[in-house]
């Protein structure tokens, strides 16, 4: 399937403020295009350099063109199996949220309320249809230039994960996809081992509701909390190219610790200076930013965990313990214990 390269001004605003985590292209190019001639070639088409690939994320025009420029080079189907077999690790947060769900219901839920940050051009609906729970992908973004190919490989993905969560009752999914019938769907049935109807008015996922209370079998009501946390924390920033919800995404990756100045600006395609200035002009620097990722990590993992202080204060990039302590308290102008011992109080009274 070779996808059309034309697209106008409007669809490429639209794909510039938005971005994808390169650690996904990342794993398509070591399984796909081992061989470095191959990959410069690849690089060639699409336009792009291979520092681009050490970046965090990449914005989303430039990942279209990856993948037509893959497209072109590759066999029919060469998106199936790489999109089925990711990791639920390998989805980030949103996917260590979903698989340590209580239940496949939550799972799902889980997934469509925080489907964007794993797709930002798209959006999922829940809901019942008879007997059977259907999980549709919508897109939330125009885009004219392979989004045929990108909401399939993103509904394969979303497949994937949501199999993982269904074990042995993965042959009761049904997947549903616009357009014709293509060469590689026969090969997508016998791998995934279940319906998957094309010429379709939708795309979308689904599967019997009685499924939906059948218990998650990596079910750890901890870390569902903390990475549903973490989503929300990532959900609520916006999409909208700013610099400062950029250098955000980007300290989030990093957990709390410091990448630096240089680092965060070499991800972002820019200079120490424009990245300094960019943020002076939204009223704010990369020291503000670093100490509120901090604080919203430490506040997550005092509140939704039971790491000790201690632990928390390295995981946040504080070596000293007493040093953490003294920052926490003048970010929150209380201590990390007092934190904790108020969650805790509020947890017990119902609050």
């Known amino acids: 399937m070779v996808i059309s390269r034309q697209t106008d001004a409007s669809t490429l605003a639209s794909t510039h403020a938005l971005s994808l985590p390169t650690s996904y292209l990342n794993l398509f190019l070591e399984h796909l295009v081992p ?3 191959d990959r410069a070639r690849v690089f060639a088409k699409a336009g792009l350099e291979p520092e681009h690939l050490d970046r965090r994320q990449l914005p989303l025009d430039r990942v279209i063109a990856l993948v037509c420029a893959l497209d072109e080079m590759l066999p029919a189907g060469w998106h199936v199996e790489p999109c089925l077999r990711l990791e639920p690790a390998q989805h ?8 340590s769900a209580a239940t496949v219901g939550e ?8 489907e964007r940050l794993q797709a930002p051009w798209s959006s999922a609906r829940l809901y019942r249809e008879g007997p059977r729970q259907v999980l549709e992908i919508q897109q939330r973004h125009r885009l004219s230039e392979g989004a045929d190919l990108l909401m399939e490989m993103n509904l394969l993905a979303l497949t994937g994960l949501v199999a993982s969560l269904l074990g042995r009752f993965r042959s009761a999914l049904q997947l549903e996809l616009p357009g014709a019938e293509r060469s590689w769907h026969a090969d997508l049935r016998h791998r995934l081992g279940a319906d998957v109807l094309t010429g379709r008015q939708r795309t979308a996922l689904s599967m019997p509701a009685k499924r939906l209370s059948g218990r998650c079998l990596l079910a750890d009501p901890e870390l569902h909390e903390l990475m549903t946390h973490r989503c929300r924390r990532l959900h609520r920033q916006p999409d909208d190219g700013r610099t400062t919800a950029r250098v955000m995404t980007c300290l989030a990756d990093y957990g709390g610790r410091n990448p630096g100045l240089a680092t965060v600006a070499r991800e972002l395609g820019l200079s120490e200076r424009s990245l300094s200035r960019s943020l002076a002009g939204e009223n704010t620097s990369y020291r503000r930013l670093l100490d509120q990722s901090r604080y919203q990590m430490a506040q997550e993992l005092l509140c939704h965990s039971t790491l000790p ?6 995981r946040v990039g504080y070596t000293d313990p007493a040093n953490f302590n003294r920052a926490f308290r003048r970010w929150s102008g209380q201590s990390p214990g007092e934190v904790r011992r108020n969650r805790r109080s509020s947890q017990e009274r119902g609050d």
């Open 35 to 37: 061989k470095s001639s």
């Open 92 to 99: 980030g947060p949103v996917g260590l949220a979903a698989i």
């Open 107 to 114: 799972a799902l839920l889980t997934i469509q309320r925080f």
């Open 309 to 314: 202080i201690a632990d928390i204060a390295n």
